[in-house]
């Protein structure tokens, strides 16, 4: 009898350790409706200043282009200034984008939990080579797919990125696309955005859809097939930061897919043939 209640207090004990670290893991779905609207339209707000930024940067470059354009025609380099040109107006984007989300962090958690949060992950190095692995797997297969059933579909993605290749500016794609795009995406869409939506009644799986939905939206020039992998490449996005606990382990695996992605179309001798 003293035996069984023992193993009786021990069992209880194990059920109290587990439903406690449970309630430390999962989020508190304790964000209002109200709340949510308002980090969406913080999030719109920030879109939208961000392109108005990346314009600014345009104009900006396109004045100081205008005294290089003939020494860049004369040196038969005229990709050079477009490429450029394509590169400062992400850069722009990207700046402000970081700066604003930033802010408005600062402004929604008050005194709570960072939506933000760029702590080394648990296991370190290892967990950034293991979640960078799965994506690229996971990016590789679809993309196979995908030239299977419409090589077109897959040229009209590709073809935009392998033109600006071309020139010998092509290394600022790769730090724009590498490094700008992976922090000011991955902090605006995993990290205020779905930082928030968890903690609303969407719970982890219906936040990691919905802010992949919406990163896919900014991406809406792509064919179907592209937006799709957006959007899947969101989810699985999502669901490395919620693992991991932070925004650094798919910052890491973002920037070096888009760099694989950038340095293939850059140095593979066949990519123009695979992009037509």
Not at 179 to 206: D, K, N, T, W
Not at 232 to 260: D, F
Request: contains cysteine.
């Amino acid at each position: 009898m003293a035996a069984f209640e023992r193993c009786k207090r021990q069992a209880e004990r194990v059920h109290v350790a587990v439903s406690v670290e449970d309630q430390a893991s999962a989020p508190d779905a304790t964000l209002s409706w109200k709340s949510v609207v308002l980090v969406l339209a913080a999030t719109a707000a920030i879109v939208v200043s961000g392109m108005l930024a990346g314009f600014g940067a345009t104009a900006l470059f396109d004045v100081w282009a205008r005294a290089e354009e003939p020494r860049a025609f004369a040196a038969g380099e005229p990709e050079a200034l477009q490429t450029a040109r394509v590169a400062v107006s992400l850069f722009g984007f990207q700046l402000a984008t970081v700066a604003l989300v930033l802010l408005a962090n600062a402004l929604f958690t008050r005194g709570g939990e960072s939506f933000v949060r760029f702590a080394a992950p648990r296991g370190g190095l290892k967990t950034f080579v293991l979640a960078t692995l799965g994506l690229i797997t996971l990016a590789f297969l679809y993309g196979a797919v995908v030239f299977a059933l419409d090589r077109d579909a897959f040229r009209q993605d590709i073809s935009p990125f392998a033109d600006l290749m071309k020139a010998q500016t092509w290394w600022l794609v790769l730090i724009a696309a590498g490094i700008g795009a992976p922090i000011a995406e991955e902090c605006l869409f995993r990290g205020l955005v779905y930082g928030a939506l968890r903690r609303s009644s969407l719970g982890i799986g219906g936040a990691a859809a919905a802010s992949a939905i919406m990163w896919a939206l900014l991406h809406a020039h792509y064919s179907v097939y592209g937006i799709a992998a957006i959007t899947l490449i969101g989810i699985y996005l999502a669901l490395v930061r919620e693992k991991t606990g932070t925004l650094l382990t798919p910052i890491v695996c973002h920037g070096v897919y888009n760099s694989l992605i950038v340095l293939i179309l850059a140095f593979a001798p066949n990519s123009s043939a695979v992009t037509g």
